[in-house]
């Protein structure tokens, strides 16, 4: 029998996709080979059920699952992450959620972001007039081209790809010696790399883009080098999200079968995306961006570069590189020039990577000398404590629930998410906020610490969490739901999703979780440095996240410092921002490195009192209160 009768056929419904995969293979593999989306958020671990299908035609096997109800199990439906195909199939695909772009520069308004740095980007345009050879003087054209660079530029040496070389003699003629060439001397020492070369003269910006490649969304910024304007910002989700909605969901799924290859090809499609937006809205073919600097954590930029990262996540926890090789636009499949530069601002340690070293190049932590606490938080939370003499550094397993992610009507910050709950003292009746207006959809991160903190201070939950009992008797807001007790944030009938929006105590106990994280984190890397947290000058915080949150509500909930409100600042996407400071400046390049090497990194796993202020932080705002002085005294009034 032929290897390929011995493959039994999967068609994917509505868009009529077939595939043929050996039985046995489970069906989120069959679909990914056919190009077929299924939103698998926990990685493929059969924790989150959340990638239904329906099977329509034909049988699988381990289709049991504590996710899926007798009823569900009975109708056909399968989770595509343990089911397996058993038989030729026919298999309904729920609708995708659209991930598109969800900022803009328009949409945000004026962009904020700039540059302190010296301008000396790392690629560079040159206008070029040359002599013709002659029976005197027949240098070869390489030669020629070479001498004249170098004169330009005060570089010893030029380096040219095959491609490009292929085509010199010709373009130097068309251009009767006169052309213009795009240099990269980003490289070692004094050398140069052509990555472009044209007839006559070119004019026009010359354009660059800065990435983050975030866990939950990439941002792009189009820059041009020639005068160091920010032209525009696109944000989107980053389409590894169908794989899972943290780093280590992905680095599980990257480890199955073409996992790898196919979280790479995702988030290069998902930045091509946004390149083809900024081409169609500029004007311009995306071939004409002559360098890229990407940041991301250290999972993020593994996964982009197509390294192996599952040494990330066992112990003792080494990635393989914090220091990246450049590579081309063209090695990674982005739709830039092929010959372009990618550069990966370096990381620090397994769980601490580039985004965190942009982002204390761009806030400046790095120069001062007020005592600083920088944080990003996300589903990842990261930490710096220090000053211009001294960093150091922490990861701490936030894990994504402020990101929508295991509370059962959470969503990401984006248009129709309450961000802002009020609750009455006396009806317990709530005023939302909605990302763009209108009815909500859901409720994402700082509306689950607004809500919340809101909870708390109204006695509707207790310093642990839990639901008071006497409310859920009386029902109305507060009632015994499906899941067990909730509190109604906004009722069916005012909501977007045609349901009622709620946070159960099982959502409270997962935000109560991950606030204990990051400030557990928080508190044993001050006192590893002999640091009194009340001695911290300076509070920065980064991150998309960073934007939404309300200091007062944060500090009440203790996932922040009881600190004077004025020694808090939010900057935004601190990540792109040290991209768009690497891209422009060699000088803050050379910085971002010196950082990342003087960074002193702290592994919260092997210190012994991590989980002894893990546990203390499980309360709101913490066990001790005293802590908390300004929260202390809320709660007494």
């Given at each position: 029998m032929?290897?390929?009768?011995?493959k039994?056929?999967?068609?994917?419904?509505?868009?009529q996709?077939?595939?043929?995969?050996?039985?046995?293979?489970?069906?989120?593999?069959?679909?990914?080979?056919?190009g077929?989306?299924?939103?698998?958020?926990?990685?493929?671990?059969?924790?989150?059920?959340?990638c239904?299908?329906?099977?329509?035609r034909?049988?699988?096997?381990?289709r049991?699952s504590?996710?899926?109800?007798?009823?569900?199990?009975a109708?056909?439906?399968?989770?595509?992450?343990?089911?397996?195909?058993?038989?030729?199939?026919?298999?309904?695909?729920?609708?995708?959620?659209?991930?598109?772009a969800?900022?803009?520069?328009?949409?945000?308004?004026?962009?904020?972001?700039?540059?302190?740095?010296?301008?000396y980007?790392?690629?560079?345009?040159?206008?070029?007039?040359m002599?013709?050879?002659?029976?005197?003087?027949n240098?070869?054209?390489?030669?020629?081209?070479?001498?004249?660079?170098?004169?330009?530029?005060?570089?010893?040496?030029?380096?040219?790809?095959?491609?490009?070389?292929?085509?010199?003699?010709?373009?130097?003629?068309?251009?009767d010696w006169?052309?213009?060439?795009?240099?990269?001397m980003?490289?070692?020492?004094?050398?140069?790399?052509?990555?472009?070369?044209?007839?006559?003269?070119?004019?026009?910006?010359?354009?660059a883009?800065?990435?983050d490649?975030?866990?939950?969304?990439?941002?792009?910024?189009?820059?041009?080098?020639?005068?160091?304007?920010?032209?525009?910002r696109?944000t989107?989700?980053?389409?590894?999200?169908?794989?899972g909605?943290d780093?280590?969901?992905?680095?599980?799924?990257?480890?199955?079968?073409?996992?790898?290859?196919?979280?790479?090809?995702?988030?290069?499609?998902?930045?091509?995306?946004?390149?083809?937006?900024?081409?169609?809205?500029?004007?311009?073919?995306?071939e004409?961006?002559?360098?890229?600097?990407?940041?991301?954590?250290?999972?993020?930029?593994?996964?982009?570069l197509?390294?192996?990262?599952?040494?990330?996540?066992?112990?003792p926890?080494?990635?393989?590189?914090?220091?990246?090789?450049?590579?081309?636009?063209?090695?990674?499949?982005?739709?830039?020039?092929?010959?372009?530069?990618?550069?990966?601002v370096?990381?620090?340690a397994?769980y601490?990577?580039?985004?965190?070293t942009?982002?204390?190049?761009?806030?400046?932590?790095?120069?001062?000398?007020?005592?600083?606490?920088?944080?990003?938080?996300?589903?990842?939370?990261?930490?710096?404590?220090?000053?211009?003499e001294?960093?150091?550094?922490c990861?701490?397993s936030?894990?994504p629930?402020?990101?929508?992610?295991g509370?059962r009507?959470?969503?990401?910050?984006?248009?129709?998410?309450?961000e802002?709950?009020?609750?009455?003292?006396q009806?317990?009746?709530?005023?939302?906020?909605?990302?763009?207006?209108?009815?909500?959809?859901?409720?994402?991160?700082?509306?689950?610490?607004?809500?919340?903190?809101?909870?708390?201070?109204?006695?509707?939950?207790?310093?642990?969490?839990r639901?008071?009992?006497?409310?859920?008797?009386?029902?109305?807001?507060?009632?015994?739901?499906?899941h067990?007790p909730?509190?109604?944030?906004?009722?069916?009938?005012?909501?977007a999703a045609?349901?009622?929006?709620?946070?159960?105590?099982?959502?409270?106990?997962?935000?109560?979780?991950?606030?204990?994280?990051?400030?557990?984190?928080i508190?044993?890397?001050?006192?590893?440095?002999?640091?009194?947290?009340?001695?911290?000058?300076?509070?920065?915080i980064?991150?998309?996240?960073?934007q939404?949150?309300?200091v007062?509500?944060?500090i009440?909930?203790?996932?922040?410092?009881?600190?004077?409100?004025?020694?808090?600042?939010f900057?935004?996407?601190?990540?792109?921002?040290?991209?768009?400071?690497?891209?422009?400046?060699?000088?803050?390049?050379?910085?971002a490195?010196?950082v990342?090497?003087?960074?002193?990194?702290?592994?919260?796993?092997a210190?012994?009192?991590?989980?002894?202020?893990?546990?203390?932080?499980?309360?709101?705002?913490?066990?001790?209160?005293?802590?908390?002085?300004?929260v202390k005294?809320l709660?007494?009034?």
């Open positions: 032929s290897a390929n009768r011995e039994l056929t999967v068609t994917f419904q509505p868009d996709i077939s595939v043929k995969v050996p039985p046995g293979t489970l069906l989120v593999d069959a679909a990914a080979e056919g077929v989306f299924i939103d698998v958020p926990c990685g493929g671990q059969g924790r989150c059920g959340r239904l299908v329906k099977i329509d034909g049988e699988v096997s381990h049991e504590p996710y899926l109800t007798q009823q569900q199990q109708e056909g439906w399968a989770l595509s992450c343990v089911a397996r195909v058993a038989s030729d199939l026919v298999v309904s695909v729920p609708p995708k959620r659209e991930r598109l969800v900022e803009t520069a328009a949409s945000r308004g004026a962009l904020r972001i700039r540059s302190d740095w010296p301008r980007p790392a690629v560079r345009r040159l206008h070029l007039e002599s013709p050879p002659s029976l005197e003087d240098a070869s054209d390489m030669e020629r081209l070479r001498a004249t660079i170098s004169r330009e530029l005060g570089i010893d040496e030029l380096t040219v790809d095959l491609s490009l070389l292929k085509n010199l003699a010709s373009i130097l003629r068309e251009g006169r052309v213009t060439a795009t240099v990269d980003g490289g070692p020492g004094s050398e140069g790399h052509l990555i472009d070369l044209r007839s006559g003269q070119i004019s026009g910006p010359l354009l883009v800065a990435v490649v975030g866990t939950t969304t990439v941002a792009v910024c189009l820059v041009d080098l020639k005068s160091g304007r920010l032209i525009d696109i989107a989700f980053n389409r590894q999200i169908s794989c909605e780093v280590i969901s992905r680095i599980i799924y990257s480890q199955r079968g073409q996992g790898l290859e196919h979280l790479q090809r995702l988030v290069v499609e998902t930045i091509n995306e946004i390149l083809a937006e900024l081409g169609r809205k500029h004007h311009f073919g995306t004409e961006i002559s360098e890229v600097v990407a940041a991301g954590n250290t999972t993020m930029t593994h996964l982009f197509g390294l192996p990262a599952r040494h990330i996540r066992e112990e926890y080494v990635p393989t590189a914090n220091l990246f090789p450049r590579v081309t636009a063209g090695e990674l499949g982005l739709a830039a020039n092929p010959r372009a530069s990618v550069y990966c370096p990381g620090v397994a601490v990577g580039g985004d965190i942009a982002g204390v190049l761009s806030s400046g932590l790095y120069k001062t000398d007020k005592l600083t606490l920088f944080l990003d938080v996300g589903t990842n939370g990261e930490i710096v404590l220090g000053n211009r001294w960093m150091t550094t990861a701490c936030a894990g629930a402020f990101e929508g992610a509370v009507c959470g969503m990401r910050a984006e248009k129709g998410a309450i802002d709950v009020r609750i009455h003292s009806t317990l009746e709530p005023t939302v906020q909605v990302i763009g207006g209108g009815k909500p959809l859901g409720i994402c991160g700082s509306g689950m610490i607004s809500a919340l903190a809101e909870m708390l201070i109204t006695d509707i939950i207790d310093k642990g969490g639901f008071n009992t006497r409310l859920i008797e009386e029902g109305a807001r507060v009632r015994l739901g499906d067990g909730e509190y109604v944030v906004a009722w069916a009938s005012e909501s045609g349901r009622d929006i709620v946070l159960t105590e099982v959502d409270i106990n997962n935000l109560i979780r991950t606030k204990g994280a990051i400030y557990a984190g508190a044993v890397m001050a006192r590893q440095v002999g640091v009194d947290l009340s001695e911290v000058e300076q509070v920065l980064g991150g998309a996240f960073g939404h949150i309300n007062e509500e944060a009440q909930v203790g996932l922040l410092p009881d600190l004077p409100w004025d020694r808090f600042q900057l935004g996407n601190t990540s792109v921002w040290g991209a768009y400071n690497v891209l422009l400046s060699k000088q803050a390049r050379a910085k490195e010196e990342a090497r003087g960074m002193t990194y702290l592994e919260l796993i210190d012994n009192t991590f989980m002894d202020e893990f546990t203390s932080a499980l309360f709101l705002p913490h066990t001790n209160v005293d802590r908390f002085p300004s005294v709660l007494a009034k």
